[in-house]
Every structure is written in C-alpha cells, then in structure tokens.
C-alpha cells in the first residue's frame, strides 16, 4: 500500500515548508544516505513527519541550499524525533549548519521503556505498534535519480509512525516510573559536542590495538591517526583507503626513520612517506610529559574479576527491575573503571555517580571497595 507524502524538491517548496512545520509540537526526522566511498556521508532524502500523518520527503540533490530546515532542527519547542539519533544529527547538522535541540531517540526511549535500547526501527515498531515494514530497501542507492516509487514509500515510513511511537514509549516509561530518567538521558542529546568532529588527536583512541602499544609507540599512532584522520578529511575519503589501522600500527610499533622501514607498498611511500615519517619523528622526539597516558585496561585480577561480575549483576538486577535496559547504565568497562578509583571517584569523572544512574545504583557504588562484595 503506497504511502501519502508530499516531495520537496526545490528552495522556494522547502522555505514554504519550513515556515508551515514551525508551529507543530513534534515532528519525526529520518536521513537516507551513501557512505561507501566517502568520509562524510552523501545525504540523498531527508524525510520529516508530522503527528498528524503528514510525510514530506525534501530532496537534497535537487534543493541544494538546506539551511533553512536548521531552523526545525534549532527550534527547541518542537520535539524531534528519530530513531538512532546521532548519526541522522550528525549528517543533519553538516548539511545545514545547525545542532538539533529536543530530541526524542525512540531507540533510546525503548531502554526506559522495558526494552532493549539496541531495537531497530523495524523491530521496534513490530513490538509497539504491531507493524511489520519491508526490508527490500535498505541497500538502496539513494543518490540515483529519479528514485522509485517504492524506494520513497519506504523512506517515509520511517518516520510516519515514529510520533505514536515516542507517545507509546513515554507512556510506558511514565507508568514505570523513570520518565524523568528518559528525560534526563535525552537531554544530553542536545549536546552540540555529540554531532562535532572529533577532535583528530583523538582518533587513535578508535584503533583497538592502541592499549597494547607502549608510551612512545602510542604517541606515534596518535600522531599518525591525527595526519590520517586530517587526510581523510580534506580528500573526503575513508580512512581505510589512505591506510589501514593496522597499517598504522605497524608504523607506530617499529617506529621507522627511513622510507623503507615503513614497509608499505611504493605507491602509499611516495604519496604518504614523507608525511609519515614526520609524524613519526614528532612522537620520537616527544618529551615524556607529553606523551599519551594509558588506556584503561581492567584489572586481570581473580579477585578484582569477582568484585566487577558482583557489581555488575548488581546493577543489572536493579535496572531490570526498573525496566531500563542494563546497556544504559553503563559497560562493563565503565564499571571496572570506577571500581579501580573508588573510594577516591568524583562524578564529574564517572557518569555512574550522577543523575538517574546515581539514583539507580549509586548506594552500592559508593561504598567502599570490599562492600561492594558484601552488597547482597
């Protein structure tokens, strides 16, 4: 069955559009994109929903300007609302120039909801809704022209039921008593910092094998990551077609002075070596304040092992009963992390020590270390 919606495919329709939505109370946003040979994603629908049924799918590649659907985004009386946010906001945000505010992640709502907060879309209007959509095009090339007329009926139904959804999903969080909770964790939704750049020193910290590295070696991944991520950058490219993490790694390990010592083939040499090298050179003649601190690796302890499994069952145990998914507390990383640091942790260093998770476990966190062995 074919779904109503009205397409937007030219400035003069978006502006008229705009200027019609700023009065509704919610609306739903959905982003439909390529992201293979790129590395930012190639935005080729967006699509927006109004609580009453309505569907406007807004073609970028014919509009061109999108700045003025920044001023939905940016209107925090309205409530957006998607499914899986921060990817849709990050892309939303590049293509106008403005940061969401109130949003409503209904992946995140179905944590405090009684169910998992990792649901797809699909799954979840399943659970809630009982409505079964089609899979047949979730690998569409979304920047062809024109796009068929099945391709955009399944685009706007990924947002025409989200309003219902997030009605259902509040409720259900409100009758369990933790809607000040969902609240609470949406909110950081709207921090400009989640749809940023990251900052390219960081990047490293995205290479699993970074732990293993001793100090000067990690200082050179950091700074190969960093030229690697600013390559990537400027040419629009995924990271992995410049070099490869491991490629990396295996730079930052041997630490090379000489273009052979790279060890890569002469193409990457001639077109990166003399890049690469200098990051090297930079990490070898880094003074030891300034290299990188280690990555946080719990504990191998028996004894340590115990005290986590403990806390964290704890913890689960709470949260199950609450009906929040035990996901959102926290990982186990996270838990391992704060175990180590108590009784000395601070809540500004630890997300477990603040707000509706201090409220949900904060008791059993803030005892000493051995009590929390002793917590049953």
């Known amino acids: 069955m074919s779904t109503a919606f009205s397409m937007i495919a030219d400035s003069a329709a978006l502006r008229t559009l705009v200027d019609r939505l700023q009065e509704e109370a919610v609306l739903a ?21 109004a609580a009453d049924g309505r569907c406007f799918l807004i073609d970028p590649l014919a509009v061109g300007y999108l700045a003025p659907l920044g001023e939905l985004l940016a209107n925090a009386r309205i ?18 120039g403005v940061a969401a505010r109130n949003v409503f992640d209904t992946r995140l709502a179905a944590g405090f909801a009684g169910l998992a907060s990792t649901l797809s879309l699909g799954n979840l209007l399943a659970e809630t809704l009982d409505v079964h959509l089609a899979k047949a095009h979730t690998r569409a090339d979304w920047l062809a022209r024109p796009l068929a007329p099945a391709e955009l009926d399944y685009a706007a139904d990924d947002v025409r039921y989200l309003p219902e959804v997030a009605e259902r999903l509040r409720a259900r969080a409100r009758t369990a008593g933790v809607e000040a909770w969902l609240d609470e964790e949406r909110a950081a939704l709207d921090d400009p910092e989640l749809t940023a750049d990251r900052p390219v020193a960081e990047a490293y910290l995205r290479i699993r094998a970074a732990a293993n590295l001793a100090p000067r070696p990690m200082a050179a991944l950091r700074e190969l990551a960093a030229w690697r991520e600013q390559a990537a950058r400027a040419a629009d490219l995924p990271r992995r077609w410049l070099l490869e993490d491991g490629e990396l790694v295996a730079i930052a390990s041997a630490l090379p002075q000489t ?9 990457a040499v001639a077109r990166w070596g003399a890049d690469l090298l200098a990051a090297v050179r930079r990490a070898q003649e880094m003074p030891t304040a300034d290299l990188p601190p280690p990555i946080f690796q719990p504990p191998r302890a028996a004894a340590f092992r115990k005290e986590l499994d403990h806390a964290l069952a704890e913890i689960q145990a709470r949260a199950a009963a609450r009906g929040v998914d035990p996901a ?28 509706w998770r201090a409220e949900l476990a904060g008791d059993l966190l803030a005892r000493p270390r051995q009590g929390v062995l002793r917590s049953t």
Not at 79 to 96: E, F, G, S, Y
Not at 259 to 267: E, I, R, S, T, Y
């Open 259 to 267: 273009p052979d010592g790279l060890k890569l083939k002469p193409p």
């Open 328 to 355: 959102l507390v926290c990982s186990r990383n996270d838990l391992a992390r704060l175990l180590q640091a108590l009784p000395e942790a601070r809540p500004a260093d630890h997300a477990l020590l603040r707000g």
């Open 79 to 96: 409530v957006k609302i998607l499914h899986d946010a921060p990817q849709d906001l990050m892309i939303l945000r590049r293509a106008t």
């Open 29 to 49: 946003f959905d982003t439909e994109f390529t992201w293979e040979r790129t590395y930012y994603a190639r935005l080729g629908l967006v699509q927006i929903a």
